[in-house]
């Protein structure tokens, strides 16, 4: 019986590392973005739950606005901010005007569906849920 609770516990500590180790390596390796673009500034993340502590529940466009507007952050513009929120990349836009320029002027670059391999195999493509945005649709 102790040479089984040997095991066992050796067994708890390996997955127990696998797990941290996972944990870490996600969080240290960032997504791989085209050679020279990088992201917004933003605020300094936590390992795992980045800046969700952060971040008044009832109001987060306050805290949002005041992370575009702090001083602590190198190069702030204010109008957009980069956050990450558990392991998740968020941009955030502070202004109207960016928002309109982005959103709705550069509306056709954000603006399409992925695209999915089996869906001319499959005879789907003429299909209006499943097109991508372009003269066709």
């Keep these: 019986m102790l040479e089984s609770d040997r095991i066992i516990g050796s067994l708890q500590v390996l997955l127990a590392t696998f797990a941290i180790g996972f944990a870490l390596r996600r969080y240290f390796t960032k997504p791989n973005l085209p050679h020279g673009v990088q992201y ?3 605020p300094t993340s936590l390992p795992l739950v980045g800046n ?5 529940i009832n109001a987060p466009w306050l805290t949002y606005k005041a992370w575009g507007t ?4 190198p190069e702030s513009s204010g109008d957009v901010v980069y956050t990450r929120l558990f392991l998740q990349d968020n ?3 502070n202004s109207e005007q960016v ?3 982005l959103l709705e002027h550069r509306s056709q670059n954000y603006s399409d569906r992925p695209e999915i391999a089996t ?3 499959f005879g789907v493509d003429y ?3 499943f097109m991508p945005y372009g003269n066709r649709w």
Excluded: F, K, M, Y
Aim: charge should be negative; charged fraction near 25%; glycine fraction near 4%.
């Design 127 to 129: 299909n209006t849920a």
């Design 91 to 93: 941009i955030v836009i």
């Design 99 to 101: 928002a309109r320029d």
């Design 70 to 73: 702090d001083s602590d952050v």
């Design 52 to 56: 969700a502590l952060a971040i008044d």
């Design 40 to 42: 917004p500034p933003g």
């Design 119 to 121: 869906n001319e195999l």
